[in-house]
């Protein structure tokens, strides 16, 4: 049964090109349908959350990542009534606009960017949905609805101040209210965001040999969950016990999400979408307590993996990847593939050639920017003759 505060398709804003409705999907559906059809998707399998993509077969992917937070959302937002489509197209699309060696990759660009106006995933996933993919006859873009943009541009909560140009670009031409909060349906994406990376970096962490079992035994909620396992299933096999355990601190997170979510609604009663953006806070989001219970692992995992000194040395090099490929592109905009000239021809500025470029190397995948920079520099570093690149 859909809530009074949920997201009603029969009422959406709308598209920037009106499009005729289709017979038989939602506006939401088909939003969600254009996201996994869209080139930039299918780039998240050769992208990486905290490994580079060379690294393993089983460490999650972008893909992989946007997939699992695609299924908590659809629980959550089932289980709150809100408009599951919407969730989950804000949820296979909110990390589009990630570079190739992910957090790594995006600060190395936004130094690079500074000049010219600086790098934020998130408003780069709205570039890409409203300008980058370039399929259809009647427009740029996905031409997504209204709430599936609004959700990709707040689903972390209102944007102020001086905004990232690529959502700046945007919004001159199409009003997304960043002022408010978003939807409750963008807020549960952006949720499941947090309930799957702090699931499945302990599993890529333990994979990895960074910590133990026995560590991870010893931290809040885990504590918990692996003393259920023992009680439930004694002398498990190792694998399988410690998987046991995560799945039930996946539960954890998702059942308190969900409880504390249903309380805060209860309290603030809005009867309409409109009223949980006017809110003035998140209507979803964790309890005080399970909050303060996952700093404790946020805190072990970075100090444990995110600066493990073999994820550290990744990263210098990995930076040096991106800081040596975006000035190379810059005195060499020629290299760039065939789709990509035209735009470079019109360019006016050299800030409009540094963002052509910053689309360009953000679009690449781990794999294919490590081939580029040996193709171009070389294994010793030293420059080989320029050619046209294709992308993966």
Known sequence: MRAAYASDPALSKGRL????????????????????????????????????????????????????????????AKALGLDVELTEAVALAHDLGHTPFGHTGEDALHALMAPYGGFDHNAQTVRIVTHLERHYADFDGLNLTWETLEGLAKHNGPVTGTLPWALSDYAGRHDLELHTYASAEAQVAAISDDVAYNHHDL?????????????????????????????????????????????RFFGVLVEDVIGFAQQRLAKIDPQSVDEVRGAGQPVIRFSDA???????????????????????????????????????????????????????DEVRDETALARIVSDYVAGMTDRFALQEHERIFGRRGEAASPSPADFV
């Open 17 to 76: 090109v009106p499009e005729e409705e289709s017979s038989f999907r939602s506006c939401f559906q088909r939003d969600r349908d254009r996201i996994i059809h869209a080139s930039a998707f299918r780039r998240l399998k050769h992208k990486t959350q905290v490994f580079i993509e060379h690294e393993g077969d089983y460490y999650r992917t972008r893909l992989t990542h946007s997939i699992e937070v695609a299924q908590v959302g659809r629980t959550i």
């Open 203 to 247: 599993h890529d962490g333990l994979r990895a040999e960074l910590f133990s079992t026995d560590e991870l035994a010893e931290l809040p909620i885990l504590q918990d969950c692996f003393a259920e396992v023992d009680r439930k299933y004694p002398g498990l096999n190792y694998y399988r016990r410690r998987h046991e355990a995560l799945r």
């Open 290 to 344: 399970l909050f303060a219970d996952l700093k404790v692992t946020r805190a072990f995992l970075f100090e444990r993996m995110y600066r493990a000194p073999s994820v550290v040395k990744m990263r210098e090099w990995v930076t040096q990847v991106v800081n040596d490929l975006f000035p190379y592109y810059m005195d060499h905009p020629e290299s760039l593939p065939k789709q990509w000239r035209k735009d470079v």
